[in-house]
């Protein structure tokens, strides 16, 4: 360490010593210190590497609350308080007996911590359930916790006034500490877990959007696959995130040039400006290009991704020009559909009779219906195949062919239907592409349940019949092969071709029950010779219980199937083209 370092080391442990959070050890554990600067105060913050501790220790599972559930929770009230625990971790005490397992070393001797230290794994699965068990009969109801960020929420003065008593009556009572500095009371606006909170709802930390802003360009592909890792964790925020992130994530694919620059494969920009004659929207276009200084250079939309994909999004393409602009044969189409929806032409026909209820939900517009819901107009969609299909492929076919989820989640802040999930989940399956393309995540049906550990020799056997390929002068072809599953003792037993199950039976008794007595289980494949009604028979009698693995699964009966491997890898040497017996 520096100087200065050593100087700060030796401060911070007068400090702490002091204020009773740690104390000197003799302990056999010894993990190193190292400082870290703090980038706002300019001061150095003592940390302790506990990694090689948190290696050996037994992870605790508590997990921790998911951010976006807890901002749900607060999403309609009116006035906010923000409490910030002081040094939260170290309000709980360590049990004496492991109070040596967080000794650290120092320039000035060793010293372990008599508080829960930071650093530890468990840490956080320790300090969460603590404060879950403090405020279990109010959490989610007008207050939330996030480790010792302590976040109160509530519709009223009065209400806010009683919330924020209970909530500091239970600090008082199990002696827990705020940092006064850091804590705000009686907002109706406030900063929590990177997200500004008010009556209006939700939205990212000014902060956190600059630092997204002033992102350095990413240079390669694993930058890319970062940065985009970053922004979508604020995607709920971003009206079509997936199709204003598609040129991005279309550059974490292979063959895809990289080259940020302001060219384009928008060749009619060169047509228009040397034409001496224009239509009027192509007028009010070259007006408004005319006030930029550039020079239009044409590269093919295949070299350049980037501009392309833009000019291709779907809230922009086919039907979907604008929001809710459509062209006109889309627009008729959906005219004469309502009237064949059974559903939709008596909502169109309440509205034309001036229904209050339906009023308050729906509204006709130049013969088009919407939903109007939380200021959100939405237009509903009639029972027609061909409309419904157009509008989820612009959606899905469009964007990356993602799931149906994703795609109703594009499609229903602009449109509407009663059965749009089924209707999304249906389009998917039938999808051409997503069946040829995409790989298949479901899991495989049935329970996966491993065989029971045994505890001696001769309970359970596995079994199985190996085809050598060749037949021997004595008409011998297959091998039996019979394996303890606890010892692993084996036998082989040659046998014809065309033995029967009697025959399979007689030689089981006769080479291994003879000698060994009658197994408990049997484990075997769904041979032939393991499912017919005779061997069940035999194995009923004899008490035995079959254990089959399931089709075409043979790897489940892995001990006879390993000693398989072992017995052609013998045979091979033995067996030739010219082979007598």
Known sequence: MSPGELDELRRQLKELVEKGLIRPSVSPYGSPVLFVPKKKEGTLRMCIDYRGLNAITVKNREPLPRIDDLLDRVQGCRYLSKIDLKSGYHQIAIRPEDQHKSAFQTRYGLYEFVVM????????????????????DYLDKFIVVYLDDILIFSRSVEEHVAHLDKVLNLLRQHKYKINGEKCEFGRTRALYLGHEISAEGLKPDDVKVASIRDWPRPQFVIEMRSFLGMTGYYRTFVKNYSIVAAPLTDLTCLDTPW?????????????????PV???????????????????????????????ALSHRPDFSGALITKFDLTDNVTQSLVEAYHQDQFMSEIIRRLETKDKKTSAEFELVNGLLFLEKA???????PNSESLRSLFLGECHDATDHFGYKKTVVNLLPRFWWPTMMRDAQLYMETCQVCQRDKPRTQAPLGLLKPLPILERSGE???????????????????????????SKYARLIAMPETAKTEYVIRMFKESWVRDFGLPKSIVSDRDVWFTSELWKAAAAEQGTQLQMTSGNHPEANGQAEQLNRVVQHLLRHYIKPNQVD
């Open 460 to 486: 359970s056997m596995s079994m199985d019949f190996m085809d050598t390929l060749i037949t021997s002068k004595s008409g011998m072809r297959h091998i039996f092969v019979i394996v303890d599953r606890f």
């Open 259 to 275: 080259e940020w620059t302001d060219r384009t494969d928008h060749q009619t920009l060169r047509w228009m400006r040397t034409q």
């Open 278 to 308: 224009l239509s009027d929207a192509l007028k009010r276009w070259i007006e408004v290009i005319e006030q930029y200084n550039f020079d239009p250079q044409y590269l093919k939309g295949e070299y350049n991704n980037v501009a392309d």
């Open 375 to 381: 200021g959100n107009k939405r237009l509903c969609v």
């Open 117 to 136: 230290p930071f650093g530890f794994c468990n840490a956080p699965g320790t300090f969460q359930p603590a404060m879950n068990r403090i405020f279990h």
